[in-house]
Structure formats: structure tokens, C-alpha cells
């Protein structure tokens, strides 16, 4: 069974950057298409961004297009979430999820994912 781990997370300035890292242990990620959630308090869990196992296709949500970046190193057992232009709004607990050989995207729903991380709090002062 994979088990994944987010690190990364922290205290940034707006405008700021931060990578976030999920580090899969127990089996190799290689075939896990893998996504990013956040939920921030007081509301519902958004989806953020997702990195297929097949080709490295990608999808994000409107919200960060453009400033976030997720990108895979299977060599690494490892997927990145690189997040630029932070701003305030972006503050909440990041959590990475997989879904093993799963065949396209989108996969946008917390409920399609297999596995899930414990989360990582990323803060964003103004």
C-alpha cells in the first residue's frame, strides 16, 4: 500500500513562493495519477491540480492556472507542487491524493482518489 506524505508547507509572504512535495513510501508512484486538494476554514475541499501517470498530463483549477505548477519525478518516488504569485486566499491545509492506473483527466472529486495524505498548512500573510 503507497502511503503519501506532503512537505513544504509554511509561512510566505503575498507574492511569495512555495514547492510543496508528496513523497510516496511502500510502493513505487510511478502508477498513480496524482492530484492536490486544499481546504481552507470554514470551507469545502478544492481541488487544485492533477498529474496523470501515462503521459504527464496536467489539469488545474481556474484559481491557480498560471501560477502553479505540478510536475512528477517517479525516479524520486515524488510529486511537486510548485505555487507562485501566493496570495492570501491561497491559505489552507494542502493535501496530495493518488488514484492507481487510472486513464485520463479530469479527476477533480476528492471521493476518485485512492489514497491520501495528511496535509501540509500553507500560509499566506498579506
Known amino acids: 500500500q503507497v502511503q503519501l506524505v506532503e512537505s513544504g508547507g509554511g509561512l510566505v509572504q503575498a507574492g511569495g513562493s512555495l514547492r510543496l512535495s508528496c513523497s510516496a513510501s511502500?510502493?513505487?508512484?510511478?502508477?498513480?495519477?496524482v492530484g492536490w486538494f486544499r481546504q481552507a476554514p470554514g470551507k469545502e475541499r478544492e481541488f487544485i491540480a492533477a498529474?496523470?501517470?501515462?503521459?504527464?498530463?496536467?489539469d488545474y483549477a481556474d484559481s491557480v492556472k498560471g501560477r502553479f505548477t505540478i510536475s512528477r519525478d517517479n525516479a524520486k518516488n515524488t510529486v511537486y507542487l510548485q505555487m507562485n504569485s501566493l496570495k492570501p486566499e491561497d491559505t489552507a491545509v494542502y493535501y496530495c491524493?493518488?488514484?492507481?492506473?487510472?486513464?485520463?483527466?479530469?479527476?477533480?472529486?476528492?471521493?476518485?482518489?485512492?489514497?491520501w495524505g495528511q496535509g501540509t498548512q500553507v500560509t499566506v500573510s498579506s
Open positions: 491524493v493518488g488514484k492507481s492506473r487510472v486513464y485520463g483527466l479530469p479527476l477533480r472529486r476528492w471521493d476518485m482518489y485512492d489514497i
Open positions: 511502500g510502493r513505487t508512484i510511478s502508477s498513480y495519477t
Open positions: 498529474i496523470t501517470w501515462t503521459t504527464g498530463s496536467t
